[in-house]
C-alpha cells in the first residue's frame, strides 16, 4: 500500500471545507471533470473516496467522465474514446476505482470494501487506516471491536 496516498485521503476526508460522501461519487455539477493547475479541488466537489484519490493524485490535466466513472490521462484520450478513433481506443479509459485503487496499491477484493461500501466519512477513515497496517480485510471487525 502507498503509505503517502493513503495520508493524504485520510487528510482530505478530514478537511472541513471539502465534502465526502461515499455515496456520491465524484461531481462538479458536469459530466466532464479536468484537473486544472490553478484549482485542483472545485468548491462545488463532492464525492467518494475514490474520487478523492484522483483529485488529490491524478495528473494535471487529467479527466473524469462522471457518467461513465471513466478516467483519461487527456482530453484528447477522452475524445479517442468516444469516437473510436485509434486503434486500442477501449484502452484509453479506466474505471475510477481501479484507478485509484492502483494509485492506493490495493487489490481489487480491498477496491470494493473500501470504495463501494457506502459509508460515512469516518468509517471510510477507519477503512483507510486499517488497510495502512492490515491487507487482511477479514480481521476488521476485530480491528474496529477494539
Partial sequence: MDLGVAQRLIDNLEAQLIVHDQD???????TLFQIDPEDKWSCATS???AGFIWVEEA????VFDTSTEQVFNSLADY???YQG??????YLGTRIADWAGDKLGIDNEQRCWLFYQFGDTDETINRV???MKNSDINEYESYVAY
Fill in 47 to 49: 464525492g467518494c473516496a
Fill in 129 to 131: 487506516r486499517f488497510l
Fill in 79 to 81: 475524445h479517442a474514446y
Fill in 24 to 30: 456520491v461519487w465524484l461531481t462538479d455539477h458536469t
Fill in 85 to 90: 478513433a485509434v486503434e486500442g481506443w477501449d
Fill in 59 to 62: 495528473d494535471l490535466r487529467s
